[in-house]
């Protein structure tokens, strides 16, 4: 992994490299890490993950970009610091870009995605009744794995995307079943991105066997501890043995991040915003 500064204008293109830019890198409640929502780029391709409520404003305001760039878009779960900024996106497609965004979610999440939180906003048009498709365009999606958690499949372009089942709000503490739907994403079979988990050692320890290329983890982390049983912790994270630790980054942060030292306690780092992660 290298690291590259943001100069003045967010690259929607690179030379080839997988490059990973957080827009925000902090948790649901603090203003000033903006979230955690980021741009993945490869060659040509690029993809949103997450459009959370100060997505918009970050994209324009500090990296000069404007929403209706946004092309292809992939959604980890339907939190509003991970999908607020959607009402917004779907309209600039509509009446700016006036193409529909290239979005790649699995068919239980479009349903409950338009019907439980997009609906009541954007289902009506001076042109009509509106529907999930004349804002996004999905993308093509296969389910490749059931158990022990469902897996799909999808690319973008030159990006092969899997995303994969996690345990973030559960009523139950160890089913899948009656819990808020929320995906991790593998790109490229190299990088694993947790998207908002609980700690799980045991589907990341399945993940790095199963695919052995997975050179880096982006991985979700409250550092305040507060939000055990719904984020991974800190101090669950460091339970993790040292070459796992080794090739983790953490985001999803509030500002007792700048508490701990995470290269001392073994890991790679704390996420910055604003950085090309380039591998
Ligand atoms: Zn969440």
Redesign the pocket.
Known sequence: MTTKEFSNQLEFTNDGKLSFFFLGAGN?FQKTYFQSNLLVVKGESHVLVDCGTLCPYILEKEYNAKLSKIKNLVLT?P?A??IGGMEELALSAYYISKHPVNIVIPKIFKKKLWNESLKGGIQYSENGKMTFNDYFSELPIKKIQTKPFEMFEANIGSINLKLFRTR??TTRATSFKDSQL?YGIIFDDRILFTG?TQYNPEQINFLLEHFPKIEHIFHDCDVSGYSVG?HASYEQLKLFPQEVRAKMSLYHYNKKMQEVSPEKDGFSGFVQRGVYYEF
Do not use: F, N, T
């Open positions: 649901a779960h939190h610091d991970h973030h709000i929320s908002d719904v």
